[in-house]
């Protein structure tokens, strides 16, 4: 579902949120969100939304997809945090520095 500069991809175990702007963005996208329900933590529905949301963005010609790694109760789980993704394909940015957190990207 696409509404004011963001997608949204939902399904039965989670949900990301996307900000897109070709113009300005000059073919980035920003995964704002990506949550997954309590029930399905830790038996890899994170890792399958996020190739839906990578499969997407490659689909819209986007050109690099940024995240801030950040945990939003625990910051104990940052490391985990940047694990994962990196377990996709995502560096830790050289671009955008974060005070919390770590910005990471992907090249599509």
């Known amino acids: 579902m ?11 175990y989670g949900y990301a949120l996307i900000k ?30 996020l190739e839906e949301v990578l499969d997407w963005a490659f689909e819209s010609e986007y050109s690099k997809i940024i995240v801030h790694a950040r945990p939003l ?11 994962f993704y990196e377990k996709h394909g995502f560096k830790k940015s050289e671009d955008y520095v974060a005070f919390v957190g770590t910005y990471m990207e992907i090249d599509l």
């Open 73 to 83: 109760v625990d910051d104990n789980r940052k490391e985990d945090l940047i694990r």
């Open 2 to 12: 696409f509404f004011n500069g963001y997608f949204e991809m939902k399904n039965e």
């Open 20 to 49: 897109y702007n070709e113009e300005e963005l000059d073919g980035l996208a920003y995964l704002g969100v990506i949550t997954i329900e309590d029930e399905y933590q830790g038996m890899g529905f994170g890792g399958r939304l």
